[in-house]
């Protein structure tokens, strides 16, 4: 259903364009390609991935429209085992309107990123994660593009945006078998293959979402207002009976306030969420709700020429949750970091990145380098550490340490 949806949008897109070709203009196209290595490190040496990326971007720009897409193929042999090896995909396409010079239209795939873009992030709920491919880098997760309508207004210093998503985006979730399948999630796909239980796995909601934020900017002093209407992007597995499960995505709201304050080479940030309908799985195996409140205290700071740091520490609380509620330990606190320098010229970029959590005792890290000797190059080379204990989020995925190497080729 979705599929033919997206195709109606496109074909929509497509015609606005046609009808807008008298106008004068060009088409302009950049893209990559990339030859990606992964291997399992934590027992011996095996292969995860050897991803094969042609990705090219398409840009036409008017003044008073412009249409971006995305498109590309990934091919995979190592996916074999779990699912397609050979996958294209459509990642975004999207056509901004200016009708006046203060409003700007949306309409398409696309991705919109709201607060920090590595690192944590209580409000960014508009794009779900990628669960088939995850990493992002240490500290932060995949993030696939949605198909929306957004209206912007920018006023002089400040800004209202309206995202309104037809049909919600929820995580893509990993396929049966695959490394990031969550433990729980196999488990019982394993059982029902077995005939030991019945599992229904829902599709993804019909319904709408919907997401405000105002902006105000500042002499060194930024903040925002946000507020999200939709669902709880991973699905709950709820018991229906004996023997029966089902999964399941859950509404609920979102309010948010951030502030970011410039003081010299540093910035500053708070961030604020409440969450007062948070769906979960209650100890009884049926869904239910508690109030979930997010704190982020963030300090970028740019050391030198070269070096930067940012730093988060964070909390989260999950009120009136039981012991053996999916959140029975009610709270979750710890910190971020990324650490980075430049060498050679600004040739050769070293750095860590990650994430642990004092209460839960979870962790990420993300060693790192990257050397762009031209601009059209770049190799990239790294390894993720996962720890925690084995029921945790992060440490039910300890075995997946992981090493990576990455040959990038930018054309345009």
């Known amino acids: ?24 203009g060009s088409w302009r196209y950049d893209g990559h390609v990339e030859s990606r290595y992964q291997g399992l490190t934590r027992q011996g040496m095996e292969t995860l991935s050897l991803r094969q990326r042609l990705w090219v ?8 429209w412009e249409l971006f897409a995305k498109a590309g193929v990934d091919l995979d042999p190592e996916r074999h085992d779990f699912d397609a090896t050979l996958e294209p995909r459509l990642h975004e396409l999207y056509l901004n309107l200016r009708p006046v010079s203060d409003l700007r239209l949306s309409v398409g795939r696309k991705r919109i990123l709201w607060g920090v873009a590595d690192g944590r992030n209580t409000m960014d709920l508009i794009n779900p994660s990628d669960n088939r491919d995850p990493l992002a ?4 997760s995949t993030r696939l593009a ?10 002089a210093q400040q800004s209202l945006e309206l995202v309104w998503l037809p049909w919600a985006a929820v995580d893509q979730q990993a396929a049966f078998g695959s490394p ?14 077995l005939g030991e239980l019945r599992l229904e796995e829902a599709d993804d909601p019909d319904d709408s979402e919907l997401a405000l934020r105002y902006s105000h900017y500042g002499q060194g002093l930024d903040w925002y207002l946000v507020y999200f209407d939709g669902y709880r992007d991973d699905p709950l597995v709820e018991r229906l ?7 399941g995505y859950r509404r609920y709201h979102a ?49 030198d020429a070269t070096a930067y740091l940012n730093l988060q520490l964070y909390v989260d609380r999950f009120h009136d949750v039981e012991a053996d509620d999916e959140y029975g330990e009610g709270q979750y606190a710890g910190l971020t970091l990324g650490l980075s320098d430049r060498y050679l010229d600004d040739q050769l970029t070293l750095g860590v990145r990650g994430m642990a959590d004092v209460v839960s005792g979870e962790s990420m890290t993300e060693i790192y380098a990257e050397y762009s000797p031209v601009d059209d190059w770049s190799f990239q080379l790294g390894h993720y550490f996962i720890d925690g204990p084995a029921d945790s989020g992060l ?12 040959l990038t080729h930018f054309f345009r």
């Open 57 to 64: 971007n398409l840009n036409r720009q008017q003044a008073s």
């Open 1 to 24: 259903m979705r599929s033919c949806r997206l195709r109606a949008l496109c074909c929509g897109l497509i015609a606005v364009v046609s009808a807008a070709s008298a106008e004068t």
């Open 137 to 140: 880098t240490g500290r932060s």
């Open 146 to 155: 949605s198909d929306l309508v957004a209206l912007e207004w920018l006023g």
């Open 395 to 406: 440490g039910q995925f300890a075995d997946n340490w992981l090493l990576y190497a990455q």
């Open 255 to 303: 309010y948010g306030a951030q502030v970011a304050l410039g003081v010299g080479d540093s910035t500053l940030r708070l961030e604020l969420a409440h969450k007062p309908d948070y769906p979960i799985t209650g100890g009884d195996g049926r869904m239910t709700r508690t109030a979930r409140t997010q704190l982020v205290v963030g300090w970028d700071y740019q050391l």
């Open 241 to 247: 009976g004996e023997g029966m499960l089902r999964t």
């Open 180 to 193: 990031w399948e969550p433990d729980a999630v196999h488990a019982l796909r394993e059982a029902d293959r």
